[in-house]
């Protein structure tokens, strides 16, 4: 069996991406971090790729959302692209984008994001200083699949966390991201180990 196909998609300074890589890279040959894309020159995410090795690719977007997609979507077949993750890109992926790459995996979805708050609370932008202006007793990190909403998706993976109100935003934002990190390897681990059931893609695309 050739090792599993991950594309990671990344607009900021990707702490989770360069996670991801360093699991998949402990993980041997049964998964590889096949490229990191980026829609966004500046994004700190790209440097943290190249020196880990791996491939990246920035695709902006110069044109109208189907043209943008469409260029992606060649990267991913030219890749044999098996599972997206994303992990901090800013935009939303169009039903037609979801339903051709999930196509080439016999229909199953195969993109997932991760989220800081336990969804359906604080979706979108700025989700942990939201949850931190409100001083909610609670919150945490969920692992969804992608649908075309705002984080959406089917849940696959919650985690909750108790935070303190007295603690900093900075210390909130610093736990939060330690939890994200450690979930989004375990889920990835779960892939290589065979846990979550995996659609290849299908080779006479
Ligand atoms: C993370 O909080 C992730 O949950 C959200 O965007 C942020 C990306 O952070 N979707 P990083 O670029 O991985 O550090």
């Known amino acids: 069996m050739r090792p599993l196909r991950v594309a990671i998609f990344a607009s900021g300074t990707g702490s989770n991406a360069r996670t991801l890589i360093e699991k998949a890279q402990a993980l041997g040959e049964t998964l590889e971090i096949s490229f990191v894309l980026s829609d966004k020159a500046t994004a700190p995410v790209l440097k943290k790729a190249e020196e880990l090795g791996v491939r990246t690719y920035l695709v902006e977007k110069k044109l109208d959302r189907q043209n943008h997609e469409q260029a992606i979507l060649n990267i991913l077949r030219e890749h044999r692209?098996?599972?997206?993750?994303?992990?901090?890109?800013?935009?939303?992926?169009?039903?037609?984008?979801?339903?051709?790459?999930?196509?080439?995996?016999?229909?199953?979805?195969?993109?997932?994001?991760?989220?800081?708050?336990?969804?359906?609370?604080?979706?979108?932008?700025?989700?942990?200083?939201?949850?931190?202006?409100?001083r909610v007793s609670h919150t945490g990190v969920t692992v969804h699949f992608v649908?075309?909403?705002?984080?959406?998706?089917?849940?696959?993976?919650?985690?909750?966390?108790?935070?303190?109100?007295?603690?900093?935003?900075?210390?909130?934002?610093?736990?939060?991201?330690?939890?994200?990190?450690?979930?989004?390897?375990?889920?990835?681990?779960?892939?290589?180990?065979g846990q979550q059931k995996t659609f290849y893609f299908e080779e006479n695309q």
């Not at 339903?99 to 700025?126: K, M, T």
């Open 81 to 134: 692209i098996d599972w997206i993750f994303l992990a901090g890109y800013m935009r939303l992926l169009s039903g037609t984008f979801l339903r051709q790459f999930a196509l080439w995996h016999g229909d199953a979805s195969q993109i997932v994001n991760i989220h800081p708050s336990l969804l359906p609370a604080y979706p979108g932008a700025e989700a942990i200083a939201r949850a931190y202006q409100d």
């Open 147 to 193: 649908d075309e909403g705002m984080d959406t998706g089917k849940i696959i993976h919650q985690e909750a966390l108790s935070l303190s109100p007295e603690a900093s935003l900075a210390d909130w934002k610093e736990m939060i991201h330690r939890l994200e990190h450690r979930m989004y390897s375990n889920f990835l681990e779960s892939l290589s180990l």
